[in-house]
T-cell receptor
Framework: QKEVEQNSGPLSVPEGAIASLNCTYS??????FFWYRQYSGKSPELIMF????GDKEDGRFTAQLNKASQYVSLLIRDSQPSDSATYLC?????????FGAGTTVTVRA | NAGVTQTPKFQVLKTGQSMTLQCAQD?????MYWYRQDPGMGLRLIYY???????DKGEVPNGYNVSRLNKREFSLRLESAAPSQTSVYFC???????????????FGSGTQLSVL
């Protein structure tokens, strides 16, 4: 079982819609949870982190964490063509940051 | 602002050849990391260095060696390249010795390596 699993995608959404990305993790001791965005051919960049159960909002992005279910999600509201990218879920436990395989999102104009 | 600088950006090797990927950061970070990224596999940690003079294995260390030359520089060496090492390699750094609650990784621009 992979440590971090994401819905495989690709996910295609119309401009202005909500994109919903899901991630599950296997280690109950995981401490912090991150979403990185990676444009094609570029390096990942951090867009959100969350470490407490519940929701965290930052602009059009909302991260949701449920430690009991070992589940973290990312919602992108009012999706824009510039949101077209691969989104990587990452989970940290002590020194190690483990990444999921990523979900590719395409926003249709 | 340079951030994390990786060289080279592209490299083609023949099976059995050796090479070193160079990485340097100018943010006075303590921790540095090497990841590889393969299609459908996400980023996998090869080696990391919590501080100058220390290195530890990650998830996929076989076939690689690293050197933390000083606080700024962390190199990755392939002694005898194999086709299975064809990948995109990313160097990253972070401020703290261990990931904190809101630890952020700063990534280099990546090295596309092909082993024929």
């Amino acid at each position: 079982q992979k440590e971090v699993e994401q819905n495989s995608g690709p996910l295609s959404v119309p401009e202005g819609a909500i994109a919903s990305l899901n991630c599950t993790y296997s280690d109950r001791g995981s401490q912090s949870f991150f979403w990185y965005r990676q444009y094609s051919g570029k390096s990942p960049e951090l867009i959100m982190f969350i470490y407490s159960n519940g929701d965290k909002e930052d602009g059009r992005f909302t991260a949701q964490l449920n430690k009991a279910s070992q589940y973290v999600s990312l919602l992108i509201r009012d999706s824009q063509p510039s949101d077209s990218a691969t989104y990587l879920c990452a989970v940290t436990n002590d020194y190690k940051l483990s990444f999921g395989a990523g979900t590719t999102v395409t926003v249709r104009a | 602002n340079a951030g994390v600088t990786q060289t080279p950006k592209f490299q083609v090797l023949k099976t059995g050849q050796s090479m070193t990927l160079q990485c340097a950061q100018d943010m006075n970070h303590n921790s540095m990391y090497w990841y590889r990224q393969d299609p459908g596999m996400g980023l996998r940690l090869i080696y990391y260095s919590a501080s100058e003079g220390t290195t530890d294995k990650g998830e996929v260390p076989n076939g690689y060696n690293v050197s933390r030359l000083n606080k700024r520089e962390f190199s990755l060496r392939l002694e005898s390249a194999a086709p299975s090492q064809t990948s995109v390699y990313f160097c990253a750094s972070s401020a703290h010795l261990r990931p904190a609650t809101n630890e952020k990784l700063f990534f280099g621009s990546g090295t596309q390596l092909s082993v024929l």
